[in-house]
């Protein structure tokens, strides 16, 4: 059975630093593209980070470039988000998502995706 599970949400300060976790089960987290995505309230889901199999590109949306890695640590099957220089406008749930088959796709479009996990609150504020 498929399955992804976040963690390491939590609230910090801005200029804050957290790192989300997906723990992943019922495939390879090394040949499956996956990518976060997250939802602020009364807002639409934004993607911003995505990776290939295997890891060999990354993507990130503009909000997030430059402050967020996306990462894979394949022995463990665990996908991460590095998030740094937190500012409010970060706050949101963020979600995990792969898609399964694996296909040479990787990206930030959540209707490309159809495996997700429940998502971690994060919360920014001073």
């Known amino acids: 059975e498929v399955q992804l599970l976040e963690s390491g949400g939590g609230s910090v300060q801005p200029g804050g630093s957290l790192r989300l976790s997906c723990s992943a089960s019922?495939?390879?987290?090394?040949?499956?593209?996956m990518s976060w995505f997250r939802k602020a309230p009364d807002q639409t889901r934004e993607g911003i980070a995505g990776i290939s199999p295997h890891g060999v590109h990354t993507l990130y949306a503009d909000s997030v470039k430059g402050r967020f890695t996306i990462s894979k640590d394949e022995r463990n099957n665990i996908l991460y988000l590095q998030m740094d220089d937190l500012q409010p406008e970060d706050t949101a749930m963020y979600y995990c998502?792969?898609?399964?088959?694996?296909?040479?796709?990787?990206?930030?479009?959540?209707?490309?995706?159809?495996?997700w996990g429940q998502g971690t609150q994060v919360t920014v504020a001073s």
């Open positions: 019922g495939f390879a987290v090394a040949t499956t593209a």
């Open positions: 998502a792969a898609r399964l088959p694996a296909t040479s796709y990787y990206g930030l479009l959540d209707s490309n995706f159809n495996r």
